[in-house]
């Protein structure tokens, strides 16, 4: 394991992802656990749901289909191109920390009790609000979340994680070209096969097992053979990625050649990934000491998967266009900044529904704990007292 980052504090402690849990998708937890050279991954799962927020409000919010003209098509298009590394970076993180950590089954139980928290009680507070009617079959969908698929990212992602323990050793032994290889010859069938057999792999496009597999050993090779380069040479690469992008999202998709080459708004495009290993090395190396501003971040990085999931869930349609009125700014000047401040409202609706999980899980554990306390308090009555 040659090349290891000196900085890195031991990744058991690093890999969680909802907070409170210590399971392996969202950061925070206590802060006194993270420590400030981590201040740059908790600030960049936050920037990346974020963008994912900015991605909804394009697309289920209508913005990017309700452009005024072409000029503000332009400019959305140009801001999507941004948006893009948002999915890859929150895998890259993940994998980047649980490469070096054990396989833990506790994770998956914590995070499957959030994603059904998120599936359930959205769709309760749904049916209450519209007064739609029940339908079994969306309530098996989010009561079985994996095989109903309900969030894909959850679906691929578990996956992922069960078969981490057989990459780390893939990583582990492979060795530095092998790794190169085999993370090029991924990238490369998941980016080739979504084009003839879009309607064959419906997870294609950078929503599929394989592509979070190539993420994951993508990741795992960036915590073992961390490249050294200037700091400003990821944000120069970066910037002109994000221009390929969005100029080559213009470009005609007149043969299979060119609409491989310019399918630019997908997560396994190689613009993309570029993008998104641009950024995690340019947060890398980011460090923040004042207390009081890294519990803050590490607080809403805590956050972040329970922000994707109400985005993602039957509150949906009621966020976007009965809370936020995203149809307010269709055909309005000015439309990225309405974009930036609707992903803003998401942002922090997210934040506040995922507070409430954690105060009603925080309820329910006391309520278990004194439920366990007193069985047991009885048992020990019984003991002393046989008769």
């Avoid at 929150?90 to 928290?117: D, H, M, N, P, Q």
Wanted: hydrophobic fraction near 50%; charge should be positive.
């Amino acid at each position: 394991m040659e090349n290891e980052p000196k900085e890195l504090i031991r990744a058991e402690n690093v890999d969680n992802f909802s907070g409170g849990g210590g399971d392996f998708l969202s950061g925070g937890g206590s802060a006194h656990k993270r420590s400030e050279r981590e201040t740059g991954f908790e600030l960049l799962r936050i920037a990346s749901v974020f963008l994912i927020g900015c991605v909804h409000v394009l697309n289920y919010g209508g913005m990017l289909s309700n452009a005024a003209n072409g000029t503000e098509l332009l400019f959305m298009r140009l801001l999507y191109s941004f948006f893009m590394p948002s999915v890859n970076v929150f895998v890259l993180i993940s994998a980047y920390f649980t490469a070096k950590s054990r396989f833990k089954i506790k994770k998956i139980a914590l995070l499957w009790g959030e994603v059904l928290f998120f599936g359930l009680v959205p769709y309760a507070v749904f049916l209450l609000v519209t007064g739609g009617k029940f339908d079994v079959m969306r309530f098996l969908r989010y009561l079985f979340p994996v095989s109903g698929n309900a969030f894909w990212f959850f679906t691929a992602y578990l996956l992922t994680y069960l078969a981490s323990p057989f990459l780390n050793l893939i990583l582990e032994h492979a060795g530095k070209k092998k790794l190169i290889l085999l993370v090029a010859g991924l990238s490369a069938l998941t980016w080739f096969i979504h084009v003839p057999l879009g309607e064959v792999i419906p997870l294609a496009g950078g929503y599929s097992l394989t592509w979070f597999i190539a993420l994951y050993l993508i990741g795992g090779y960036l915590r073992l053979y961390p490249p050294s380069v200037k700091k400003y040479v990821p944000a120069l690469v970066y910037l002109v990625c994000v221009l390929s992008v969005w100029g080559m999202s213009y470009a005609k998709r007149d043969n299979l050649f060119m609409q491989i080459l310019c399918n630019t708004f997908d997560y396994d495009q190689p613009l993309v990934l570029a993008e998104s290993v641009c950024l995690l090395l340019m947060f890398r190396g980011i460090r923040i000491k004042n207390q009081v501003i890294h519990g803050a971040i590490c607080f809403v990085s805590s956050c972040t998967f329970g922000i994707y999931l109400f985005q993602e869930s039957a509150l949906k349609s009621v966020l976007y266009f009965d809370l936020l009125h995203v149809g307010f700014a269709y055909g309005r000047p000015a439309a990225a900044a309405w974009t930036i401040l609707f992903a803003l409202g998401v942002f922090f609706s997210g934040i506040a529904a995922d507070c409430v999980r954690k105060v009603l899980a925080f309820v329910c554990k006391k309520i278990f704990a004194a439920i366990k306390s007193r069985i047991k308090r009885r048992k020990k009555e019984q003991q002393a007292d046989p008769s």
